[in-house]
């Protein structure tokens, strides 16, 4: 299919000092929880970036030296020349497909808790450290101590050119690094000439990008990757003043500009709180101070918005994580003309997340992130059908579509059975919720993908029972019925039903999303489940007009999305709608006074008025499986070769889960597994084992 012409702009190549980028596409340093410590999963994982046209793959941060140690999160490392080989690994897997591979250097200061390298971090200014509140102090550098860092920084440039790096990212962004820190009015009250003024709170950031061009500039390219704005107002740095000042001072001095805002949950909102671009205002004065090529972020992933940004003068080239997570092919599919098979970032953060948690990163669009290596999975090519088998999957949820999906692309023939109007099962009920409606992409890009597979059948307003199953006439059955939210509000806290739970004065999320409602006034929403859900189902409410009490056991509301970056910004987002946050608290009781409740600190009781939504855990649809399985000589009869549960059938969890569920389930149809065996591939050492 040929390439639509508006589209050829981006596939221009960009001049970037001694090196020239193929296309205007570069993927963005991230993070990805796998780094030093799963290096073989990091290194197949950047070369699919660049196997799928990325111009330019970057690392993650590449710590430079111990007392920037930022353990236990998993990033790269160039401490020294044993470092060296893995990074080297991930540059050939990057130049094999005609990529340039950049190295983003990187040492977080006062950020870092040296918990493994037990060296003193260092800063500034004496300061605690920050990340994870590590009960341990940065001191102050003096004159020596920043002559020694840009040395550090200097040789780690040298050992990245060792490597074979084509770009050096010189990283002063997100309120984490060294560079930024110094530039802060708030983190750097020194009066020496590192700091007081503007051009003195920048002397560090300018002497490393001239260190590091004088050392490698000649033969790579170098990038400063920078913060114009904290979205903090006066307090922090602003873009229409400081911000650009920088800018305007260093214009001339790296060989490309990547600008962004601070901090990373600033930079990296989830499609619930920021639409695609929204960081071009922070941005947009730029290319107008420096005649290098300008990068930046913003979840772009429409090829129509991408274009835009460059035709109206804002950016050179588009610097994305998340939208290359989703589809490491993302450019190629525009450069081929197939825009109808990009698979869009729905923008949920689950990458940040699990990489937050210190473990491989996965993504809800892409199943296949993360285990190219382990498991040899490549989001774009399957093995063909090894049988001529007939499969049946009965829901049509985010694991049923994904698992006919991938199924039909194998050739296998498949019904798709959905007991509802629509497909899209916990997808379709979620994305109608607030500002969430970007999570609809799980299911409009598989439905885009099924519909011309002449081997696929959709039939909606299909509930099966067992008979109908037995009858069918499948060789395999897949069951994906999702789950349900229980009222009652057992879950992590609560091991009992909450005494006087009936059902008019208890709904559970799947009554809320089914448009069912308590009586106007008052209503308690108790969640145990410390992700989104919870704050969802206050927010709805509350913009309904109900007078809305969260209630949590947690420290905080929604705390696990710390990790997706959104605590704060839910928090925020709540205490505008004039919701009630009691965190430490738990319910006792439902009666005719309300809701009974528990501070979980001082034992105080206290009562609200109104019903309440437990959001606490679901439980598998799973009535049909235990139809089906009670009876082995039925399934036998029936030809039924396999039965298997998949998705939140199987265990409920998040909508990515069901998703890699379903593409499991499709791409080990027809082979056989060892059930005590570990499913994917591991490093293996070789030892002497001595008496």
Known sequence: MARDPRYD????????????APNRFMQAPHCNGMGRMYPDSMIAMRGMKAEGGW???ATEQCDFHPTGDVTPFTETRLWGDMDVPYLAGMVNAVHKHGGLAAVELVHNGHDSGNIYSREVPIGPMHRPVSWRDHPVQ????????????????????????????????????????MPSHFLSRRHNQRGDEYGGSLENRLRLYREL????????????????????DEMMGPDGLEWQHEGRDAIEMLAEVP????????????DSMTSRFAPEGYQEEYIAFVKQVTSKPVSTVGRYTSPDAMVSAIRRGLVDMICAARPSIADPFLPNKIKEGRIEDIRECIGCNICAAWNNISAPIRCTQNPTMGEEWRKGWHPEKIAPKSTDSHVLVVGAGPAGLEAAHQLGKRGYRVTLAEATAQAGGRVTRESAMPNLNAWARVRDYR????????????????ELSADQVLEFGADHVALATGA?????????HIRNPIPGVVSSNSFSPDDIMDGKRPEKGSVVIFDDDHYYMGS???ELLAGEGYQVSLVTPGLCVSSWTEHSLEQEHIEKRLVGLGVEILPRHSVLSLGSGGVQLENLVTGELLARSGALVPVTMRLPNDALYGALVADQKKLDAAGIKSLRRIGDCYGPATIAAAVYEGHRYARELDTEANPDGVPFKTVKYDLELGG
């Open 484 to 492: 349900t939210w229980r009222r009652d509000g057992i879950g992590r």
């Open 209 to 228: 990008l001239e260190d590091t061009l004088d050392a490698v500039g000649d033969t790579m390219g170098v990038i400063a990757r920078f913060a114009v």
């Open 255 to 266: 060989h490309m500009w990547d600008v962004n805002v601070s901090n990373w949950e600033n």
């Open 9 to 20: 702009i981006l596939f221009e190549p960009v001049q970037i000092g001694p090196v020239t």
């Open 447 to 462: 439905m885009g993908q099924i519909a011309p597979m002449v081997n696929v059948e959709l039939y909606l307003n299909s």
């Open 536 to 538: 969802m189902m206050a």
């Open 138 to 177: 940065a001191r102050a550098m003096d004159l020596s101590d920043i002559r020694a860092y840009r040395r550090w920084h200097r040789e780690a440039a040298l050992r990245a050119r060792d490597a074979g790096f084509d770009i050096v990212v010189v990283y002063a962004g997100h309120d984490g690094t």
């Open 55 to 57: 111009g330019i793959v």
